[in-house]
């Protein structure tokens, strides 16, 4: 963990082995956002993005018996999304626009991370609390989960990624029905639409997550982090021929690095690589 980031009061964030897991920390609320959240959750994205330390994979899960249940009533009561991020930068001529731009940051970095995020959902993920989900780049499931996106319940739309994340993970139709319907789902029906990648029995979440982390973080840095980024060109409208770029752009930092001659000779030797991601 860089020495950069601040204790916060709704999160908490541990590393070991260089596996990263943020705790979404308001088990009394079931983990809802409020305003207080979403600028923790900006400031810790921006400093592991600038500074990843040794951080190789991340889970992000929920204290308690829910990832989160969406937003908490006090954003509104708080004068709602015009309260949200004082001094935020100018990206929109219209106000509004802006705000939940800056609102968005606290989301966004969990895909722009230079190491895998993996979402580990149990209880409810709802709202924002799905929309966190789908930002990360994997996402597991408890039974007896709920996920939806509720937003069209309160008049509102998901502005926190969902709209671009969903459909690019269940197509566009099945998006549109979730999100207008206000559609509440279980974890195998998430997995079957291809919203999670794995369900699991909720005494074995964190078990599960951690291993799959930890299979992730042992894996050779420079290679995760080029693949990463290579898939992620593949969603975000450029063509085949600029994405193959992007692929050969992190081969070539691959096959140039100490990592790759280390997997060489760990696999000559009958040893497992000791990667330091270099």
Excluded at 46 to 68: C, H, K, N, T, Y
Excluded at 90 to 109: C, F, G, M, S
Excluded at 138 to 143: D, Q, Y
Excluded at 205 to 229: D, F, M, N, S
Aim: glycine share 10%; aromatic share 6%.
């Amino acid at each position: 963990m860089p020495e950069t980031v601040p204790e916060f009061e709704t999160l908490r964030l541990e590393v070991h082995d260089h596996v990263a897991t943020l705790v979404l920390d308001r088990p009394e609320r079931l983990n809802a956002f409020t305003i207080r959240m979403w600028d923790e959750m900006r400031a810790l994205g921006r400093s592991l993005v600038d500074d990843p330390g040794d951080i190789r994979a991340m889970v992000v899960r929920g204290e308690g018996r829910a990832f989160s249940s969406g937003l908490d009533t006090s954003v509104f009561a708080e004068g709602g999304f015009d309260s949200i991020g004082p001094g935020a930068p100018d990206r929109h001529p219209d106000p509004k626009v802006n705000t939940i731009l800056h609102a968005q940051e606290a989301y966004n970095w969990l895909q722009d991370a230079p190491f895998v995020t993996i979402a580990a959902i149990r209880g409810f993920a709802l709202g924002a609390g799905l929309q966190t989900a789908l930002a990360c780049d994997i996402r597991v499931c408890a039974r007896g989960a709920s996920l939806g996106l509720l937003e069209h319940k309160y008049g509102i739309l998901p502005d926190l990624g969902g709209t671009q994340r969903l459909p690019r993970l269940v197509g566009p139709g099945k998006a549109i029905e979730l999100i207008t319907t206000a559609a509440r789902i279980d974890a195998d029906e998430a997995l079957r639409i291809g919203l999670v990648e794995r369900v699991v029995d909720d005494a074995d979440l964190e078990t599960a997550a951690a291993e799959l982390a930890a299979t992730i973080a042992a894996q050779p840095p420079l290679a995760v982090r080029g693949a990463k980024r290579a898939v992620h060109a593949a969603l975000d409208g450029r063509s085949l021929g600029d994405g193959l770029v992007v692929e050969a752009e992190g081969q070539a930092v691959c096959i140039g690095s100490a990592d790759f001659g280390e997997a060489i000779t760990a696999f000559v030797e009958g040893r497992p690589p000791r990667y330091s991601g270099r």
